[in-house]
């Protein structure tokens, strides 16, 4: 069965930074496409950044120049590094992992940035 499992969430205040972890097992890390994905209540889930098995880096606009997606393939590790919080990134972060086997998902962690 493949895992993943987030740690890193918590509340900041506007203008801090987080780092959010996801510890990934059960698959051949190496070769999937890894993401992080969000949602807030009422609205879909959309993607924040994507990183793929030969290095290739997307962002949502919404983020670009303020987040920073990378992944450690010794360590099966997924990070997504959080600078320059607005209130608007509140929303609860999926970890999201896709293998020619499928897609999973992480339990998700929840972001809240103080005003």
Not at 22 to 28: D, E, L, M, Q
Not at 41 to 62: M, N, T, W
Not at 100 to 107: E, N, P
């Amino acid at each position: 069965q493949v895992q993943l499992v987030e740690s890193g969430g918590g509340l900041v205040q506007t203008g801090g930074s987080l780092r959010l972890s996801c510890a990934v097992s059960g698959t051949i890390f190496s070769s999937t496409v890894v993401g992080w994905y969000r949602q807030v209540p009422g609205k879909q889930r959309e993607l924040v950044a994507g990183l793929d098995s030969s290095g290739f880096l997307s962002y949502a606009d919404f983020v670009k120049g303020r987040f920073a997606i990378s992944r450690d393939n010794r360590k099966n590790m997924v990070y997504l590094e959080m600078n320059s919080l607005k209130p608007e990134d509140t929303a609860v972060y999926y970890c999201n992992v896709i293998s020619s086997r499928g897609a999973w998902w992480g339990q998700g962690t929840q972001v809240t940035v103080s005003s």
